[in-house]
C-alpha cells in the first residue's frame, strides 16, 4: 500500500547516481516513479554505457544504507519507495565493458594519433601549407595602429575648434575646443571637448601641457570616433507644447 501511495503522490524522483566503474560519474538524474525498473536502467545506460543485460541496481538513502536491490525489471520504480536525494548505484556485471579499466575516464589510457614530420610534409591541405600561402605579416600591432590613426585622422577632417558635439559614453554635450594630436598623450588624434556641466576630467591641461582653457571638471581628451558633431538635441520635443 506505501508502493502505491508513493506512486500516485509523487510522479518522480531526483536520485544520485553513482558507478561501480566510474568513480566520477555521480550526476542527479529524475526519473519517473511510473517507469519500470527496466526502463529506468535503459535510461542509464544511454548515459553511463552499462548495457540493460549488464546492470544490476541497488537504492541507498541520505545516509548511505542500503534500502533494496531492484531486482524485478518489471516492477515500477515507485515500487521500491525511492526519495529525493536517495543514491542509485549502479554495478556492472560485465568484466569487458566499456566502462571497466578506467577507458571513459582517464585520457593517459587512450592511445594518442602521432605522424612523423617527413609524413606530415607530403599531407596535402594542412594548416601548414595553408600558412605558407599567406602574404609576409607587418610586426604585430603595426598595421592595426596605421589603420587606426588614419581613419582617425579621417574623422578629424569633419571635426572643427567651436563645433557643437556630444561625446559618447554618457551623451555629454559641450563645444570642440582642440583638434590633433596631442605630445603628451598616447599617439594619434584627439579631440578636446569643453563639456557644458562639470563632467569632464581637467581644466584643459593634461599632463603639464594646456590644449585649450575651460572651467575645472569641463574638459575632456577623447578619441575622434567618440564624438558627433551637432547640437543634440538639435529641438527641444517640448518647444511647441503648450503649457
Not at 146 to 160: M, V
Not at 181 to 208: I, N, R, S
Request: aromatic share 8%.
Amino acid at each position: 500500500m506505501a508502493s502505491q501511495l508513493q506512486i500516485q503522490g509523487d510522479e518522480s524522483v531526483l536520485l544520485r547516481v553513482t558507478h561501480s566503474n566510474m568513480k566520477s560519474f555521480s550526476p542527479e538524474i529524475r526519473f519517473s516513479l511510473q517507469m519500470s525498473v527496466e526502463a529506468v536502467k535503459d535510461k542509464l545506460w544511454k548515459k553511463c554505457g552499462t548495457s540493460v543485460n549488464s546492470m544490476s541496481l541497488e537504492l541507498y538513502d541520505e545516509t548511505g544504507a542500503k534500502i533494496s536491490v531492484l531486482s524485478d525489471n518489471a516492477r515500477p520504480l515507485g515500487f521500491y519507495s525511492p526519495l529525493d536525494g536517495y543514491r542509485l548505484h549502479v554495478i556492472d556485471l560485465d568484466p569487458a565493458s566499456v566502462t571497466s579499466g578506467g577507458w571513459l575516464e582517464d585520457t593517459s589510457l587512450v592511445e594518442k594519433y602521432t605522424i612523423s614530420e617527413e609524413a606530415y610534409e607530403k599531407l596535402g591541405g594542412t594548416f601548414r601549407k595553408f600558412k605558407e600561402t599567406l602574404p609576409p605579416k607587418q610586426p604585430p600591432g603595426q598595421e592595426s595602429k596605421i589603420s587606426d590613426n588614419n581613419n582617425r585622422e579621417d574623422l578629424c577632417a569633419n571635426i572643427k575648434i567651436g563645433d557643437r558635439c556630444e561625446v559618447e559614453p554618457g551623451e555629454r554635450r559641450g563645444t570642440v575646443k582642440f583638434v590633433g594630436q596631442a605630445e603628451t598623450l598616447a599617439p594619434g588624434f584627439w579631440v578636446g571637448v569643453q563639456f557644458d556641466e562639470p563632467v569632464g576630467k581637467h581644466d584643459g591641461m593634461v599632463k603639464g601641457r594646456r590644449y585649450f582653457d575651460c572651467p575645472p571638471l569641463h574638459g575632456a581628451m577623447v578619441r575622434p570616433d567618440k564624438v558627433k558633431i551637432g547640437d543634440y538635441p538639435e529641438k527641444d520635443p517640448f518647444e511647441d507644447e503648450e503649457i
